[in-house]
């Protein structure tokens, strides 16, 4: 290892986007068919209409500049996505005001990025761990150990999935000995890889933490829930919201990701992050897809129905079992596989077969697809089990 790099970091290993083969993924490879149906990065399966990519190559040819600068402040992006979340909690009927402005938004380069803005603000210089319930969404530990924040793991019910609480308030309650408190609680809603949504218990024990304690409810999946937890963010100036344009709203590739929270929280995640973090294009992107929200939204009730028409299906498998879920993916596990080796086999054989899943906490987890994609799915499975 090279003498002035931090020795907890030999450890670690670099983050790899498509565990199936990123190869593979994208283009076919000698051993793999020629189109792969990407169903493990839970994006959306359709790309964005034609015309709506034609109106961004002509903002790129004839408005934007390349050789500027994006706008640093995010200052259009904000207020645009400030109005969507006033929007948003008025259809998931919680709530009729507006009280989102642009001073509650950070906008980011993929909610990833505020992930880590998050601990730098919370956690580094000994000053606090984070407590994650296990299975869920790995980039939480995996930030807070490239920055040497300590990470305490709390399971979920085997069943539903639901959070341990009791062991989640013992963890906050008796810090481990040399451990510095646990000052972050992630939680997604509904969360990955198991596709279940925050349930009135873990609700009532969120709203519980104290306020020294930072609350982060993660909505990627927000769209296809319709779950938000936004209505009670003013009583709580200690929990914050993040949410991203990488699956429902089609932009995966634009890196674009948001957090809503307290004035002095936005504040402070504004201070934190690079100075130009978002490209020109990225932006425009994302306030293009805020414009035309009816038209990207309008697939969602496809995907809902191809969940459940997938998920009804998955049920009659034997050997398999498959999880409802909020989302737009689906987790399944193998009901008598001690040693892995079956799930392997099946991850590998579906691989082959050209569907490339995520393999991830002793199941599958697998992204709706298209509805051609997810009759492949079934065909394959079906001769596979
Ligand atoms: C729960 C959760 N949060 C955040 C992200 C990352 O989103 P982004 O593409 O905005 O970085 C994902 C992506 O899979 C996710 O599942």
């Known amino acids: 290892m090279l003498p002035f790099l931090r020795s907890d970091l030999a450890q670690l290993v670099s983050y790899t986007p498509h565990p199936g083969g990123?190869?593979?993924?994208?283009?076919?490879?000698?051993?793999?068919?020629?189109?792969?149906?990407?169903?493990?990065?839970?994006?959306?399966?359709?790309?964005?209409?034609?015309?709506?990519?034609?109106?961004?190559?002509?903002?790129?040819?004839?408005?934007?500049?390349?050789?500027?600068?994006?706008?640093g402040g995010h200052a259009a992006l904000k207020g645009a996505i400030a109005q969507y979340a006033n929007q948003s909690a008025h259809q998931s009927a919680q709530s009729t005001a507006s009280w989102?402005?642009?001073?509650?938004?950070?906008?980011?380069?993929?909610?990833?990025?505020?992930?880590?803005?998050?601990?730098?603000?919370?956690?580094?210089?000994?000053?606090?761990?984070?407590?994650?319930?296990?299975?869920?969404?790995?980039?939480?530990?995996?930030?807070?150990?490239?920055?040497?924040?300590?990470?305490?793991?709390?399971?979920?019910?085997?069943?539903?999935?639901?959070?341990?609480?009791?062991a989640a308030s013992h963890a906050i309650a008796t810090p481990a000995a040399g451990q510095p408190a646990i000052r972050v609680v992630f939680m997604v809603h509904p969360n990955s890889p198991t596709g279940n949504a925050l349930t009135p218990a873990e609700m009532d024990w969120l709203r519980?933490?104290?306020?020294?304690?930072?609350?982060?409810?993660?909505?990627?999946?927000?769209?296809?829930?319709?779950?938000?937890?936004?209505?009670?963010?003013?009583?709580?100036?200690?929990?914050?919201?993040?949410?991203?344009?990488?699956?429902a709203f089609r932009l995966a590739s634009h890196r674009v990701g948001y957090a809503i929270a307290h004035p002095e929280l936005a504040a402070t995640l504004e201070k934190i992050r690079l100075p130009y973090n978002l490209p020109s294009l990225s932006q425009r992107a994302a306030e293009?897809?805020?414009?035309?929200?009816?038209?990207?939204?309008?697939?969602?009730?496809?995907?809902?129905?191809?969940?459940?028409?997938?998920?009804?299906?998955?049920?009659?498998?034997?050997?398999?079992?498959?999880?409802?879920?909020?989302?737009?993916?689906?987790f399944l596990r193998l009901q008598n596989d001690p040693a892995a080796e079956t799930l392997e086999n099946l991850f590998q054989s579906l691989k082959a077969?050209?569907?490339?899943?995520?393999?991830?906490?002793?199941?599958?987890?697998i992204t709706v697809g298209t509805p051609e994609e997810n009759q492949r799915t079934c065909d394959r499975l079906s001769s596979l089990l």
Not at 23 to 52: C, F, I, K, W
């Open 208 to 247: 519980s933490l104290p306020p020294h304690i930072l609350v982060v409810i993660d909505e990627a999946y927000f769209e296809f829930s319709q779950q938000t937890v936004l209505a009670e963010l003013p009583q709580h100036p200690n929990w914050v919201i993040l949410r991203t344009f990488s699956k």
């Open 22 to 71: 990123a190869e593979a993924a994208v283009h076919g490879s000698p051993t793999q068919p020629a189109r792969v149906d990407r169903l493990d990065t839970n994006e959306s399966p359709y790309d964005l209409p034609d015309d709506l990519k034609q109106k961004l190559a002509w903002a790129y040819q004839h408005e934007l500049e390349a050789n500027r600068y994006p706008d």
């Open 100 to 166: 989102v402005t642009s001073a509650h938004i950070s906008v980011s380069n993929g909610s990833d990025e505020l992930i880590r803005s998050l601990l730098i603000a919370t956690c580094l210089r000994a000053e606090g761990s984070v407590l994650v319930a296990d299975p869920t969404f790995s980039m939480y530990a995996i930030t807070a150990n490239t920055l040497g924040v300590p990470v305490v793991r709390v399971g979920r019910n085997a069943q539903t999935f639901e959070t341990d609480l009791a």
């Open 353 to 365: 077969a050209g569907t490339l899943v995520r393999k991830t906490c002793g199941g599958l987890r």
């Open 288 to 330: 293009l897809a805020l414009a035309h929200q009816d038209v990207l939204l309008a697939a969602i009730p496809t995907l809902l129905s191809e969940r459940d028409r997938l998920f009804q299906f998955l049920a009659t498998l034997p050997g398999i079992t498959v999880w409802p879920s909020a989302a737009n993916f689906l």
